[in-house]
């Protein structure tokens, strides 16, 4: 059970929403693990590469399969973010990992109702040893600039993301862009 059912609160129905072009092996990875997850309302895959594998992996563990023309991730995560049914969307890179500890952290946040959204600080692995001295620079910079990384595993509540426009349809720093709108909403509210 859900912390926020154990209190009496409805718990959040989190989709998790996975821009897809050329990521079969991350993919065969990921969706497994999040389809065994209670806090996972549903996934939705937006994949621009046409993989039959892809489509298949989505149909074995009760995903959604959207296609787009080409690769865009802030395009792919808007299509996303559009057929979403939860009441949070999560924008989850397919080689990142994803827990139900984080879910329960986005479920304990979201408890706020000021809060209207957030993401998780990098860790790197050790596909990527060489990379472990930016995870502090990247907490500096998230916890002062506020800037967020699609990385970082994204969320938001899903009528606001929708309210705001999501995403720039943009091929990179679709991320960036939107902390920048994403600060200025959490201004408006606060």
Not at 49 to 69: Q, R, V, W
Request: a neutral charge; charged letters at 25%.
């Amino acid at each position: 059970m859900s912390a926020t059912a154990a209190d009496g609160a409805l718990p959040l129905r989190i989709s998790v929403v996975i821009p897809a072009w050329r990521d079969r092996e991350s993919l065969a990875a990921l969706v497994p693990a999040l389809a065994q997850l209670p806090r996972v309302h549903q996934i939705v895959i937006v994949d621009a590469s046409a993989d039959p594998a892809t489509e298949e992996l989505a149909l074995k563990h009760g995903a959604i399969l959207l296609k787009c023309s080409a690769p865009n991730r802030g395009a792919q995560m808007n299509i996303g973010a559009m057929f979403a049914s939860g009441d949070v969307v999560l924008f989850q890179h397919a080689d990142t990992d994803l827990t139900d500890e984080h879910l329960a952290a986005i479920e304990f946040a979201l408890r706020d109702p000021e809060i209207i959204g957030g993401a998780f600080y990098r860790r790197f692995d050790s596909r990527h040893p060489h990379l472990k001295w930016l995870e502090k620079i990247a907490r500096f910079v998230s916890r002062n600039g506020g800037t967020m990384y699609g990385d970082q595993s994204i969320f938001a509540r899903r009528g606001l993301f929708l309210q705001r426009q999501g995403f720039a349809k943009i091929p990179l720093m679709e991320d960036i862009e939107f902390s920048r709108r994403f600060r200025a909403a959490r201004a408006d509210i606060g």
